[in-house]
T-cell receptor, first 112, second 109 residues
């Protein structure tokens, strides 16, 4: 069966520090991979998605970047965090673009 | 444009029935999803509707009317564990999911 792992679960970082969140998927090949951010009282905001190794699409201009160095690995990064980067970050995968999403357990990021 | 709305919060009684509505406006549509999200956890898939009508899955049912841009999630025989946020999302013509802000459902004994 397919599983998705996301870590860390919580993270407290000072403003200006770097960020690296990692997500891996097991039990499937060539998944579509996604990074979302969820702010209180707002819908899930798609940050990045990837349909293959090295293929990254960015949905919103921001202080973040994403990379897919391996088929089932998706990394969310920042060189210098801002206060506004605080939020709940979710990684997700799907088999194809029109299928349901399976989410990782999420990372609660607090930038202080 | 992209516009999707659902109530912010609802309260219901254990054992009762509750209907959570979702309305959307879009020029391209490839289906509507409902997810359940417990506080601090990841969303989990509940249902998918692409054709008009009612889809029943145990205590949960989901309805879609494409002409009205309307969907609802019906929860029967409510249990305390159903206390969660319920997210609706439609898939647009580019197969991107557009998410509502979620409805927080509070179940009282």
């Amino acid at each position: 069966s397919q599983t998705i792992h996301q870590w860390p679960a919580t993270l407290v970082q000072p403003v200006g520090s770097p960020l690296s969140l990692e997500c891996t998927v097991e039990g499937t090949s060539n998944p579509n991979l996604y990074w979302y951010r969820q702010a209180a009282g707002r819908g899930l905001q798609l940050l990045f998605y990837s349909v293959g190794i090295g293929q990254i699409s960015s949905e919103v201009p921001q202080n973040l970047s994403a990379s897919r160095p391996q088929d089932r690995q998706f990394i969310l990064s920042s060189k210098k965090l801002l206060l506004s980067d605080s939020g709940f970050y979710l990684c997700a995968w799907s088999g194809t673009e029109h299928e349901k999403l399976f989410f990782g357990s999420g990372t609660q990021l607090s930038v202080l | 444009g992209q516009n999707i709305d659902q109530p912010t919060e609802m309260t219901a009684t254990e054992g009762a029935i509750v209907q959570i509505n979702c309305t959307y406006q879009t020029s391209g549509f490839n289906g509507l999803f409902w997810y359940q999200q417990h506080a601090g956890e990841a969303p989990t898939f509940l249902s998918y509707n692409v054709l008009d009508g009612l889809e029943e899955k145990g205590r949960f049912s989901s309805f879609l009317s494409r002409s009205k841009g309307y969907s609802y999630l019906l929860l029967k025989e409510l249990q305390m564990k159903d206390s969660a946020s319920y997210l609706c999302a439609y898939m647009d013509s580019n197969y991107q999911l557009i998410w509502g802000a979620g409805t927080k459902l509070i179940i009282k004994p």
